[in-house]
């Protein structure tokens, strides 16, 4: 009878499928990442674990660790906040929430690396609008005494602003103090509209009526209506933002390679970069297999967490 | 809860609010501010948003011989023509709908007879396949480039459209997605439409397709704007060949052709890359965050 | 324990006016039924006397106090919602606790873990303890205070619900359809145990409810709303025997009243359906009127006694005790019922044309305008027939 076949059309080309291009170079991967291998040279060599081993040995590695989880540390918290808070803002408006949430998810629609392009133009150290903007606040003497802290009484040099007034403003991408962290910026900027539409959804599922309950209760503030409501319901949002955050900037790539190459001095050398400039640029195909398989160890044990917390969790029926 | 407003709070919220959008505004205000100004005004932030549209002369076009009066045009005008004119922005952007769009239509033919037989089908095995498509869920395309690219260099087949398209047939999140629609989808009305003498092949494309438009519209969108704005793999796998990249990778190469004070052309070309989605975008806004939050929630 | 008094209260949403000028007097203990079909703003009534909205005119008294200002939590009422409300992430004892911490505890001793070490809270927590264990033992739920709501089913959910209300001992309950999640029978059970607990506790009860089963069956009172005002106001046997309204007469009863189109002339003689009915109008005036029979107040006759309407039998809903006839009668849309004994129908058939009588002095009478008109004495009916 046909019908007992005719699954095997309906599975067979996603099974291939999968098969081929996510299970097999998972493999090709792990086997590559004990070899010299590369590209245009026949043959290859058994290196045991010594690609694994300048992983955690080498500094240009420890620097990309570094850069990776400074970047994931700086950008998941901060976006996840702010989607928070925005959607919180939000959803308590009584007029022109839809046109904010337009406004905070566009940078989520638009071509990340288009977009990247303008701010390194709008960073830019000399023609820079932030720059200009900042500079022309030290002109304004209120302005410059709130930023700079010399309106509490001390000394404007001390501070950020008033230091940077004094010099100049720093060259951000060009800055290796600063290039992750405007990095990290553009990052969370793009994201964080995002985590407050996953937010704001999580939001209109929480029942008005055990806000109604609250309020009978007796939780007159809204932080307490907050607390005993709001955070609890958001759980399995909360636990599903952060992970598909961590994921997500784990993976940072379009920025880094259009504006700053990894650099300055290793700075925002972050893994998906470092594995397309060893394994794609520079041929070594080896240890950008090994970054590949550490990757895929952080995405697992992400995942891992993510599935932990979600299956503690008992779902009110 | 009380119905009374609180104006200050409501206030507050809004100056909040205000100044979160202005600072997510500002790359896209000067992206089209930059487009529309002449140098001398971007490199002095003069001009305001549309600059004062004075005619300049056209460097490049001197240099090619042509007649003075020919050269003259207003900073608008010149920063889209040389867009236009030195990348093939057209190109890309044919490329990026060509790329975009097979993508989309091949993950749907691959995942809905998929999640077809895994939601309404019994038959031996059906709980291992599905457990292949939650571990593959675990594996992000971005993360295994490099042994993706080694198979396709492998086999001859970087700098084509079929490097674009391939490692994207297979969306295992397409199928996961559509699986979880189909099982909210009554037997019955497969029973129903066996005991009518469809063929299995035809409730798939003739019943489940008709039912699963909003979870496919929701799939095309969150499918479509990754792979319209996805950078990361053509890098890898088109090098040099100007005529298969698609609009960001594009963007990538018109940005190290120029020399520093192009500004105008450059934001022209950003904002020609960007726009369609955005427009597009602000036109069915709510379908936009429905589906990417649909999506994005599993 | 306390009445509550509301008075001249309106709601309106922008434009849209839900509630048209609310006057109720509630008593001290009294069981108050809100029955309506959905949309008539008895929601909103229980909402507006909670403070979890506020009115637009009028005021709100609890207990000979004008609350419009007071939060809701003031008010010192309790409410149970129709999804029950619980917080699913708390256990059942935690559902409990909390009401009462937030009442009695300050800020500090509330922080957690922080919060052991603030002043008084141990006393002011072993109390709560006991409040706790005092109404669960009294709802039997004991034996649950340690799982967390979605481990209950929808019985117990309901008496955690009630449990959290009791524990504030508050001076009214306000209770929103709280029996409409539950499955038939363990409504009815319900339904008693509801009105066991009222006897209990002696507090007074504002029951909102679309069901007028149960608004008849538990409470003292009921005022039974629609389109934002409210038609009758009184005992159950009251609205029931004596509709004020013809939208309170088809309304309030199962299977409803049957409204035949009938007239009045100017001797007060009323016909319906063209047949000449017994009673007679006090105020004589000719115009088109509704006479109204419950199913019990009709009677099939044998045979056509010269007063008889007419109709064809379409199905015989036998209950056992009873048998609902549906009758086919031209002029009235829909169908008339009567209610019998098995025996009375025994010969009529479906298919076939009986013939019925109203019952002498159970014609409920409505002008053009749906009020009810008033009758003549029998005395008076007899003079003039």
Redesign the interface.
């Known amino acids: 009878m046909?019908?007992?076949r005719?699954?095997l059309?309906?599975?067979g080309?996603?099974?291939i499928?999968?098969m081929g291009?996510?299970?097999?170079?998972?493999f090709?991967?792990a086997v590559?990442s004990f070899t010299d291998y590369n590209?245009g040279n026949p043959s290859f060599n058994w290196i045991g674990v010594e690609n694994y081993d300048r992983l955690v040995s080498r500094s240009t590695y420890k620097k990309m660790f570094t850069a990776s989880l400074t970047y994931v540390l700086l950008v998941v918290p901060i976006s996840v906040a702010?989607g928070l808070g925005?959607a919180l803002?939000?959803a308590?408006?009584?007029i022109?929430g839809?046109l904010?949430?337009?406004?905070?998810?566009?940078?989520?629609?638009?071509?990340?690396?288009?977009?990247a392009?303008?701010?390194e133009?709008?960073l830019h150290p000399i023609?820079g609008?932030v720059n200009?903007i900042l500079r022309s606040g030290c002109d304004v003497g209120w302005l410059h005494a709130l930023l700079s802290g010399s309106w509490l009484g001390g000394d404007p040099l001390q501070s950020w602003y008033g230091h940077a007034c004094a010099e100049d403003f720093p060259l951000w991408l060009g800055d290796k103090n600063y290039a992750l962290g405007t990095i990290a910026f553009i990052g969370i900027?793009q994201g964080f509209?995002?985590n407050m539409?996953?937010y704001?959804?999580g939001l209109t599922s929480v029942?008005r009526?055990?806000?109604?309950?609250a309020?009978?209760?007796?939780?007159?503030s809204a932080w307490?209506r907050f607390r005993?409501?709001t955070w609890?319901?958001l759980?399995p949002t909360n636990v599903?933002v952060v992970t598909?955050s961590s994921?997500r900037s784990f993976?940072v790539?379009?920025t880094v390679?259009?504006l700053t190459r990894g650099g300055p001095s290793k700075s925002t050398y972050v893994m998906?970069y470092a594995?397309?400039e060893k394994?794609?640029k520079q041929n070594l195909?080896g240890i950008?297999?090994a970054i590949?398989i550490v990757?895929?160890g952080f995405?697992?044990i992400l995942?891992l967490i993510q599935v932990y917390f979600v299956n503690r969790r008992?779902?009110?029926? | 809860m009380m119905a009374r407003t609180n104006w200050l709070g409501e206030f507050l919220k809004h100056s909040v609010l205000l100044a979160g959008a202005i600072v997510v505004l500002l790359p896209f205000y000067l992206m089209l501010s930059y487009s529309l100004k002449s140098p001398a005004e971007i490199e002095s932030n003069t001009g305001g948003f549309v600059g004062s549209q004075e005619i300049m002369t056209d460097r490049r076009c001197i240099k090619a011989g042509k007649p003075a009066e020919e050269c003259d045009m207003r900073p608008i005008v010149y920063n889209y023509t040389a867009a236009f004119s030195e990348a093939p922005l057209v190109r890309y952007m044919l490329n990026g709908v060509f790329v975009t769009v097979s993508i989309f239509v091949i993950q749907v033919l691959v995942a809905l007879p998929c999640a077809y037989a895994l939601s309404k089908l019994k038959f031996w095995g059906r709980d291992v396949v599905f457990g292949l498509v939650i571990f593959c869920l675990l594996i992000p395309v971005h993360a295994i480039a490099l042994p993706l690219y080694i198979m396709l260099a492998k086999v001859g087949l970087t700098n084509t459209y079929a490097a674009l398209i391939i490692p994207w047939t297979i969306s295992v999140f397409g199928i996961f997605l559509m699986r979880q629609f189909f099982m909210t989808v009554p037997d019955d009305l497969i029973d129903a439409a066996r005991m009518d003498g469809m063929s299995e092949f035809a409730i798939v494309w003739r019943v489940m397709l008709p039912t699963a438009i909003p979870a496919l519209l929701a799939f095309g969108i969150f499918s479509v704007v990754a792979h319209w704005n996805d950078y990361y793999w053509p890098r890898v796998v088109i090098t040099g060949n100007r005529d298969l990249m698609t609009p960001p990778l594009g963007l990538r190469m018109f940005k190290s052709d120029l020399d520093g004070n192009e500004y105008g052309p450059m934001m022209a070309a950003t904002t020609v890359i960007v726009l369609p989605l955005v427009i597009i975008f602000l036109l069915a806004q709510r379908r936009f965050i429905e589906g990417i939050t649909m999506t994005g929630m599993k | 324990m306390a009445g509550i008094v509301l008075r001249q209260v309106t709601k309106t949403y922008g434009t849209l006016r839900v509630l048209n000028g609310i006057d109720l007097d509630i008593a001290d203990g009294e069981y108050l039924t809100l029955v309506g079909p959905s949309g008539c703003g008895k929601s909103t009534t229980l909402r507006i006397i909670a403070g979890l909205e506020s009115q637009t005119t009028g005021d709100v008294e609890i207990d000979g106090r004008v609350v419009n200002e007071v939060r809701p939590s003031r008010r010192d009422l309790a409410m149970v919602f129709q999804s029950y409300a619980l917080y699913p992430h708390l256990t059942v004892r935690q559902n409990l606790v909390t009401p009462l911490q937030l009442r009695d505890m300050n800020f500090w001793q509330r922080i957690p873990l922080l919060g052991y070490l603030a002043p008084g809270r141990r006393a002011k927590m072993s109390k709560i303890e006991d409040d706790v264990r005092k109404a669960a033992e009294t709802l039997k739920i004991e034996p649950l205070l340690h799982r967390k709501p979605g481990q209950l089913s929808g019985g117990q959910r309901q008496r955690v619900a009630l449990g959290r209300a009791m524990v504030r001992n508050p001076a009214a309950f306000l209770m929103d359809e709280p029996l409409s999640n539950l499955d038939a029978a363990l409504r009815v059970h319900m339904r008693a145990e509801l009105s066991e607990l009222h006897r209990e506790l002696g507090a007074t009860f504002v029951y909102v409810t679309h069901d007028q089963a149960e608004a008849l069956t538990m409470s003292d009172r009921m005022a039974v709303m629609m389109d934002g005002d409210i038609l009758q106001l009184g005992p159950p046997d009251e609205v029931y025997e004596d509709p004020r309204d013809i939208r309170v007469a088809e309304f309030i009863g199962s299977p409803k009243m049957n409204i035949l189109p009938g007239r009045g002339d100017s001797a007060g003689r009323i016909t319906a359906l063209g047949v000449a009915v017994e009673e007679a109008l006090a105020v004589p005036s000719e115009g088109p009127l509704s006479v109204g029979f419950r199913p019990e107040h009709l009677h099939i006759q044998p045979a056509d006694n010269g007063a008889c309407f007419s109709g064809r039998l379409t199905y015989k809903e036998n209950l056992g005790s009873d048998v609902f006839l549906h009758l086919a009668v031209e002029g009235i849309e829909g169908k008339a019922v009567i209610r019998a004994k098995p025996h009375e129908a025994d010969f009529a058939d479906v298919g076939e044309d009986v013939w019925f009588t109203g019952e002498v002095g159970m014609a409920r009478v409505f002008g053009a305008d749906g009020k009810r008109v008033a009758l003549a004495e029998p005395q008076l009916m007899r003079k003039t027939s």
């Open positions: 046909g019908r007992s005719v699954h059309w309906f599975i080309p996603a099974i499928l999968m291009l996510l299970i097999l170079p998972v090709v991967a590559l590209l702010l925005a803002l939000i308590s408006l009584r022109g839809e904010y949430k337009a406004v905070f998810f566009l940078p989520v629609m638009a071509t990340l690396l288009a977009m392009i303008v701010w133009f709008a023609v609008v200009d900027w509209g995002f539409v996953l704001l959804a029942p009526e055990l806000y109604q309950a309020h009978m209760d007796g939780a007159d307490e005993l409501v609890p319901m759980g599903f598909i994921i993976q790539f379009d390679e259009a998906v594995m397309f394994g794609v195909l950008g297999s590949t990757f895929l995405v697992l995942t008992v779902h009110y029926a």
